[in-house]
């Protein structure tokens, strides 16, 4: 699925807003991508999620885990992992910082792909990849349906294979 197919998606859902935005990460941006909107369709979630799943797959075989940050990339972790088979389980703040809760634990080594909805400027991708790496997991890469970085988002030397929006600027 290319740049312009998921960015329509977006579009058919209400969820490519323009006007003037103030984004979580403090940024301005002209345009707010709402993933919520895109993915309270469970058809267009497996849609859009299927394409990259393919994705993660082509370029790193099989990866057991699929871990997210709460909230924002819950229900995209969770149905990447659904189409690789994978196990999805997340990261959520406690006193600022993220942590595993509710039981959730990989063994030493495991290979993991962290996956979030839209990285603009990596900063909550890094702080699960290094709660990841803390907890003896082997973060392969790291996954995204929108990525407004601009390819500056780093994801702390994990590889990255992030979506439809890279470097647009968008």
Same mark, same amino acid.
């Given at each position: !699925? @290319?740049r312009?197919?998921?960015l /329509?998606?977006?579009?058919?859902?209400? $969820?490519?807003?323009?006007?003037?935005? &103030?984004l979580?990460?403090? *940024?301005?941006?002209?345009?707010y &991508? /709402?993933?919520?909107r895109?993915? !309270?369709?469970?058809?267009?979630?497996?849609? &859009?999620?299927a394409?990259?799943?393919?994705?993660?797959? @082509?370029?790193?075989?099989?990866?057991? *885990?699929?871990v997210?940050? $709460? !909230?924002?990339?819950?229900?995209?972790?969770?149905? =990447?992992?659904? /189409? =690789?088979r $994978?196990?999805?389980? +997340?990261?959520?703040?406690?006193?600022?910082? +993220?942590?595993?809760r509710?039981?959730? $634990? =990989?063994?030493?080594? /495991?290979?993991?792909? =962290?996956?979030? @909805?839209?990285?603009?400027?990596? &900063?909550s991708?890094r702080?699960?990849?290094?709660?990841?790496?803390?907890?003896?997991?082997?973060?392969?890469?790291?996954?995204?349906?929108?990525?407004?970085?601009?390819?500056?988002?780093?994801c702390?030397?994990?590889?990255?294979?992030?979506?439809? @929006?890279?470097?647009?600027? *968008?």
């Open positions: !699925m @290319d312009d197919t998921v /329509q998606e977006f579009r058919n859902a209400g $969820a490519l807003l323009e006007g003037h935005f &103030l979580s990460s403090g *940024l301005h941006s002209p345009v &991508l /709402q993933c919520a895109v993915l !309270m369709d469970p058809v267009r979630a497996a849609r &859009l999620c394409a990259l799943a393919q994705r993660v797959r @082509d370029h790193y075989g099989e990866i057991p *885990l699929v997210s940050p $709460a !909230m924002g990339g819950v229900i995209v972790g969770y149905e =990447m992992a659904r /189409q =690789m $994978a196990d999805s389980v +997340f990261v959520e703040r406690v006193a600022g910082k +993220f942590a595993f509710r039981g959730f $634990a =990989m063994k030493p080594g /495991q290979r993991v792909l =962290m996956v979030e @909805d839209v990285v603009t400027t990596g &900063l991708s702080e699960c990849i290094a709660t990841i790496r803390a907890s003896g997991g082997h973060v392969v890469a790291a996954a995204c349906l929108i990525d407004r970085s601009g390819g500056g988002g780093g702390g030397g994990a590889s990255h294979l992030f979506g439809a @929006d890279h470097g647009t600027g *968008l």
